[in-house]
């Protein structure tokens, strides 16, 4: 294989001076002929693999197993030899497939680059959803990102074809509703760079968020490692009706584990009350499970999966399914470390926030809450869609409020605005006239993307700083994620919600029993939300938006431009020197909340997602510093100035000093965006040291050879001041279990002695001496 390895300096050429544009042949362009190009035709390998696998190992553990226990361990590289301990050893994987967004993808093709493979080892592909801004409507909006983002499109498009991964172009649709329309099944293992990857365990498969250089990994053909997750059951009895959607499950599972109670497990829903949700609305259920920390969320096969693959054309796969269904539902007597009722016919309509998604409220009381709390009653904008939230069903059941609204003459007070999912949505919305309705009552009809659920939202009806409410059908509503203003008060709750929210202008709003007024002054009540599961016409596919890598990439040329300041090709972090990490500057000392938001800001930020020296200015813009309560102010030691975070940092790099974080609890919380670790090791920072992790992001800083380590003491996070100089010890013996030294230096001289631990394996250790997991790889293949 050593000979078909492309190095960096080999790239270097094959690329040349400025940027080519790569001339992709009639074929690459050409609509897909049949559906399955888009699939791999080995699902009945995969299914008996998989029974093989779970076999093995049920016979080893001798008890019942869970779904994702079977799912997991189905999936494992050696099932004979592999030690498997719930919430303890690390397991050796073998993912079905990759997906990757475009803010993600980029970092990711990068590295793939940087690795001299010359083509993916397993089925991949990269989804244009994340670099579309929200301004005035769907096709002007589409327009201008494609002019706007031609380098990276171009960039992408033929990286795509070069090394085998299949290409959906923008307009596609949001990721997870392209894979869940696509590419997820029963059973399946599936990693995607997204931290919402976790969407298709709604139809059944394993679908998990990571950063690139885990997706790297997996598409060089290298095990993958996860430590083995615990397993914490949902079961759900009765049905769901009226004005309770599915989304209202997972906004009281947030409600109840907060933002870090799922933390390293996987949440697997389970009971009668199952068959009363649809595949889509499993699909939003285990999209949210992010926002609680969860590794990802599953449910088990039944007809309403069935059903959706074959509404998607992929009745092959439900006959498959339907063929190996013991290995896609629980075993009878299977034990959950934790467990968790909810009764769905007793279930409310639920609406989470402000700030935070786990701040749960049936939809009766959060007026009250607002009332007291001073949170701004008027809604201002209403916005349905989103990964979490953008399926047939879910346009319908708003759509189904829109007209009685039109009905009685009235209009949203609030602005409005729809995000479909995906192309095929748009185009089976506009046909069946949702679309219609959407707009005849005040809505938006934006591009197939993010949008403003990401912060790609041009947004000016509102100053920056100016107190306001949002609700939307989104995942996430951190300060300032949506629209850049901190002052912003985003909730989260259902497309039916927000659309009554919208229609009433007002969070005191309750549309179970509560009244609205008609132009003439009369009193009327919306009537319950209702909506086709899938629509009678089958789907309208829209435009075809999907290229195909050819069976032979090697003769295309890769787009980069050396004078890019989007594009930049990576270049190796440096080994361990073998010595201890002494005198490390704190940088900052975080206080509360750092999500992976505030330690790498989207929004107009995502435009940098492949060019670390630059993205790297946004490192920790958004943290709050515990000194002086400031956000993005921090006090340069050398100089005895303020300046801005990565200011500081580069100071230091500049002047040879290696420097530490120091973080608050559930550190890194949120997306996965790899470039929450990528930036701080650019601008020099060796060690983060906080009270816990996000499972995602503490991966991620392993995987670029950085230390994250945590607090023995919890209380010892208040030992380090601001100007503490901090020496980790011990690192020539640095091994699994062992906990490290840190000697704090403070600034009248004095020494404090604390302990840290760790999670690190064999292998992460190998990663940090090596400087990186990518410096690794390469090293294992010379």
């Known amino acids: 294989m050593a000979s078909y390895f492309i190095t960096v300096s080999r790239l270097r050429l094959l690329l040349g001076d400025g940027a080519r544009r790569l001339h992709v042949s009639a074929a690459l362009g050409a609509k897909a002929e049949v559906a399955m190009s888009r699939f791999e035709p080995s699902s009945t390998i995969g299914y008996n693999k998989l ?50 967004q475009d803010a993600t993808a980029q970092m990711a093709m990068l590295q793939f680059i940087s690795s001299g493979l010359p083509r993916v080892a397993v089925p991949s592909t990269i989804h244009c959803d994340h670099l579309i801004e929200a301004q005035v409507g ?3 909006d589409l327009q201008r990102a494609k ?3 031609q380098e990276v499109y171009n960039f992408l498009a033929t990286a795509s ?25 029963p059973g399946v293992m599936l990693i995607g760079t997204d931290s919402h990857t976790p969407n298709g365990g709604g139809l059944g498969g394993i679908c998990i968020g990571v950063g690139g250089a885990d997706a790297v990994d997996v598409m060089a053909g290298i095990p993958w490692e996860l430590k083995c997750p615990s397993v914490i059951g949902v079961k759900l009895t009765g049905t769901l009706s009226g004005w309770t959607s599915p989304k209202d499950v997972i906004l009281k599972v947030a409600g109840i584990l907060t933002v870090k109670g799922g933390t390293g497990a996987i949440m ?103 009332q007291q709390n001073g949170w701004p009653l008027e809604v201002k904008v209403g916005l349905i869609g989103s990964c979490t939230n953008s399926s047939y069903e879910d346009m319908g059941r708003a759509v189904s409020l829109a007209r009685q609204a039109l009905q009685w003459g009235l209009k949203c007070k609030a602005q409005f605005t729809i995000t479909p999912g995906s192309e095929q949505i748009r185009a089976t919305i506009e046909r069946d006239g949702y679309a219609k309705v959407l707009r005849d009552v005040g809505g938006v009809v934006l591009a197939n993307a993010c949008g403003p659920c990401i912060g790609q939202w041009d947004r000016r009806d509102v100053k920056k700083g100016e107190k306001n409410t949002i609700v939307t059908s ?79 990439g090697g003769s295309v040329w890769v787009e ?113 965006r790899e470039h929450a670790a990528l930036e701080p090791r650019h601008l020099g920072g060796r060690a983060i040291i906080t009270k816990s992790f996000a499972r995602i992001h503490e991966t991620n800083l392993k995987k670029q050879g950085l230390l994250p380590l945590t607090f023995s003491d ?18 020539q013996s640095f091994a699994p279990g062992r906990p490290l030294t840190a000697v704090l230096k403070h600034a009248d001289g004095s020494l404090e002695k604390i302990q840290l631990n760790h999670t690190f394996n064999e292998t992460q250790i190998e990663w940090f001496k090596a400087g990186s997991a990518l410096n690794r790889m390469k090293a294992l293949q010379k």
């Not at 085998?164 to 509703?177: A, D, N």
């Open 147 to 149: 002019e706007v983002n």
């Open 474 to 552: 989104f995942n996430r509503n951190f300060t300032a994620r949506n629209d850049a203003n901190p002052a912003t008060h985003a909730f989260v709750t259902s497309p039916e919600i927000v659309t009554a929210l919208a229609i009433a202008g007002t969070l005191n709003f309750n549309p179970e029993t509560d009244f609205l007024t008609a132009p003439n002054g009369e009193k009327f009540k919306l009537e319950l939300p209702t909506g086709d599961e899938l629509p009678a016409r089958d789907f309208d596919p829209g435009e075809d938006t999907y290229q195909q890598p050819p069976a032979d």
């Open 560 to 672: 980069v431009n050396p004078q890019s300041n989007r594009l930049q090709l990576l270049e190796p972090f440096q080994r361990w020197d073998g010595k201890d990490l002494e005198d490390m500057q704190v940088l900052i000392k975080v206080k509360g909340k750092c999500t992976t938001d505030h330690i790498s800001a989207a929004g107009p930020w995502l435009k940098f997602r492949g060019h670390l020296d630059n993205i790297s200015n946004n490192l920790l813009i958004g943290a709050v510093n515990v000194e002086n309560s400031a956000i993005n102010k921090i006090k340069n030691q050398l100089t005895g100035e303020y300046g801005g975070v990565p200011d500081v940092a580069r100071v230091y790099k500049a002047n040879g000093i290696q420097w530490v974080v120091v973080g608050d609890e559930n550190y890194g919380e949120g997306s996965s």
């Open 161 to 185: 074809a070069r090394y085998g991964v299949g290409f959906w172009k923008p307009g596609s649709g949001i990721i997870h509703q392209i894979i869940l329309e696509n590419y997820a099944y």
């Open 51 to 100: 029974l093989d696998n779970i076999s093995i190992v049920r016979r080893r553990l001798n008890r019942p197993l869970t779904l994702s226990e079977k799912i997991v361990y189905g999936h494992l590289d050696d099932p004979s030899g592999q030690e498997i301990v719930r919430g303890r050893t690390y397991l050796r994987l073998r993912p079905d497939r990759v997906a990757m």
């Open 268 to 370: 697997e829903y389970h009971g009668p009350g199952v068959n009363s949700i649809s595949c889509t609305g499993m699909a939003t259920i285990c999209n949210m499970g992010a926002e609680i920390g969860a590794t990802t969320s599953v449910f088990p096969y039944n007809y309403r999966m069935k059903t959706y693959l074959e509404k998607t054309g992929r009745k092959e796969i439900a006959d498959l399914a339907d063929e190996h269904k013991e290995c896609l539902v629980p075993d009878p007597g299977c034990q959950y470390d934790q467990l968790i009722e909810i009764n769905l016919s007793e279930l409310k309509p639920h609406i989470n926030g402000p700030f935070t998604p786990d701040l749960a409220h049936p939809v009766s009381e959060v007026g009250a809450a607002a």
């Open 714 to 731: 919890h209380w010892d996070y208040d030992r380090i001041c601001p100007d503490d100089k901090i020496s980790i010890v011990g690192l």
């Open 138 to 140: 769907g096709a002007q």
